[in-house]
């Protein structure tokens, strides 16, 4: 499956689609390729269903810099075995920002050893690094950073939005990298919006975006460095249900954006902005919304058994390389130079 992502880089093979309702589940190909059958993935009701190893009810946010109001998702589970591949997973919730002309957000600060993945739902974050890159995540915009050896950056509300002000809603996960590839030079992945496909679910049932990873034909834009699925599954009513299946041994974590769902096995129920920990046992979960308009992010992969050090903005193997990095960065040099 990974090699069948990595493969999917290639042009022509992003494919849009809306939200078909029909029970096939037709995916709207791109302009001038043919429609594409998605047929449901695999019997579902043979395969081993998923349990809820741990559930973290919603945390209380903290600021990080001025910009952004976030919880920590992961709560004490953060940067531990049990998430891996994912390291941290902070969520802003949606929240109204007055009209200004400050900067708001983060001053430049470094990473080492891992990527950001920053996904705007509303607003717009403004990016900019000490190698000249700068971007604006638009809303529904999601920007796969690969920080490797190292980035210089800064992160904060775009001037435009800063301008205007209103609602404000993001959130940023980190994701390990394997250590053959922490020191790897930096890489940005634009991913818009238009290139993440929508997969309907059958009966009217909501839709699955596929930011990485597959779902049934679907294959998601993001590059990874390990097996990763990272999806948006929306459930339009309560009561809607969806089974997600997962390729055998990878990780699963649940996190309810908005709405309530119950998920896995034995059905255990989830308040909005609470995370289920699925762990890696089992190939299916389903889910069932407890109210309209349930959003999930879905985040599952393959985790890796190597040891994480990690402090700051740094995420290594050892105590030995998260010293290396301070040393780098207070120097600015191996990576956090000027090139
Ligand atoms: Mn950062």
């Known amino acids: 499956m990974f090699k069948l992502c990595m493969n999917s880089q290639k042009k022509g093979t992003q494919r849009n689609s809306d939200t078909d309702t029909s029970a096939n589940v037709i995916v709207k190909a791109a302009s001038g390729e043919p429609p594409i059958q998605n047929p449901r993935l695999l019997d579902c009701e043979a395969l081993s269903k998923k349990t ?20 920590p998702v992961f709560n004490r589970k953060a940067f531990t075995r049990d998430t891996s591949p994912f390291l941290m997973f902070d969520y802003g919730a949606p929240k109204q920002f007055n009209p200004t002309k400050g900067k708001l957000g983060v001053g430049q600060h470094p990473h080492r050893g891992f990527e950001t993945v920053t996904i705007a739902w509303q607003g717009e974050v403004e990016h900019g690094d000490h190698l000249g890159n700068r971007d604006v995540i638009h809303a529904g915009d999601v920007q796969w950073m690969t920080a490797g050896r190292g980035i210089v950056h800064e992160e904060y509300h775009s001037r435009e939005f800063a301008k205007t002000g209103g609602k404000f809603e993001m959130c940023q996960l980190w994701v390990n990298l394997p250590k053959k590839h922490k020191m790897d030079p930096p890489r ?14 059958p009966g009217n049932a909501g839709y699955v975006r596929v930011i990485a990873g597959c779902y049934g034909e679907a294959i998601g834009p993001s590059m990874t460095f390990s097996p990763i699925d990272m999806w948006e599954v929306r459930l339009n009513k309560s009561g809607a249900c969806a089974d997600l299946v997962f390729p055998e041994g990878h990780n699963t974590i649940i996190f309810v954006r ?82």
């Open 258 to 339: 908005q709405g309530a769902a119950s998920v896995g096995a034995s059905q255990e129920q989830l308040s909005e902005q609470d995370v289920a920990l699925m762990g890696e046992v089992g190939r299916q979960v389903p889910v069932r919304a407890l109210a309209d308009d349930t959003m999930l992010l879905v985040l599952s992969g393959q985790p890796f058994d190597e040891p994480i050090a990690h402090r700051g903005p740094f995420v290594m193997n050892t105590s030995k390389e998260l010293q290396q990095a301070s040393e780098d960065y207070s120097s600015r040099k191996n990576g956090f130079g000027n090139r």
């Open 188 to 201: 940005y992945q634009p991913i818009t919006s238009s290139s993440i496909p929508t997969v309907a679910l």
């Open 52 to 71: 809820v190893q741990d559930i973290m009810l919603k945390p209380r946010p903290h600021w990080v810099g001025d910009g952004f109001h976030v919880l």
